[in-house]
């Protein structure tokens, strides 16, 4: 039995420093050895999980298909968090596994996939919910001292608190999607990222002008929420 590896990391510096990548190697290939698969090929994107355009993972689908192995990957959301995109690698005809759920069929990742993406919509729906409910007391929003430095200092309600880190990850979610309609982004420099988020009126988290020292913030921000 044959098996194709897909591995993917968010970011370039993560493919060229292999954070990420070896604990995704391992796991495929403990997954491999367990169910007697042959490992003939492997294919590594630099991509954000959001995205279904992934010209590795196809040309990995490709290979799967004209082998006839199953693809491999460490980890479900190493192929994709949007239900349409594993719709459409399930009417491929593909066989594909998953080194962290082994044993599950595609209807059950199809629901899962379709859960995850739900989960994402209410998350976004009750950031909103608690904005407005702030705004409606009074509180005055965009706080420059955020939530770690409450949670630090013991200060506010757990709820307060959360809603803060929401809120952050919220806007991160706006600002992963303002970044992806820059074209060719990801070979931009700090301060070039900086230059086209000002050129679109992007205001900074703090207010203002965003600058390269921004930037660096956030995208390691993006690289946590593995929206990068």
């Not at 991509?47 to 992934?54: C, F, L, Q, V, Y």
């Not at 980890?75 to 044993?103: C, H, T, W, Y």
């Amino acid at each position: 039995m044959k098996a194709i590896a897909y591995y993917r990391v968010s970011t370039a510096s993560q493919a060229r420093s292999g954070l990420g990548l070896e604990a995704q190697e391992r796991a495929v290939a403990d997954l491999c050895s367990s169910r007697g698969l042959t490992l003939i090929d492997s294919f590594t994107e630099c991509e954000s999980g959001g995205k279904a355009d992934r010209p590795k993972l196809q040309e990995a689908l490709r290979r799967a298909k004209l082998t006839g192995a199953t693809l491999v990957v460490a980890k479900l959301d190493r192929l994709s968090r949007s239900v349409a995109f594993l719709s459409a690698l399930q009417e491929s005809g593909a066989q594909f596994i998953a080194a962290d759920m082994p044993e599950a069929n595609e209807f059950t990742v199809h629901i899962l996939a379709a859960l995850a993406q739900r989960e994402r919509v209410i998350i976004s729906e009750r950031t909103k919910a608690a904005l407005e409910a702030a705004k409606a007391r009074g509180v005055k929003l965009g706080n420059p001292n955020g939530a770690a430095p409450l949670r630090r200092a013991g200060k506010g309600n757990s709820a307060a608190v959360e809603a803060r880190q929401e809120a952050v990850d919220g806007r991160c979610e706006e600002l992963a999607s303002e970044l992806a309609a820059i074209p060719d982004w990801r070979s931009l420099s700090l301060r070039g990222l900086a230059s086209e988020l000002n050129e679109r009126h992007v205001a900074a988290p703090r207010g203002g002008e965003w600058h390269p020292s921004g930037v660096r913030r956030l995208l390691r921000r993006l690289e946590a929420l593995d929206l990068a």
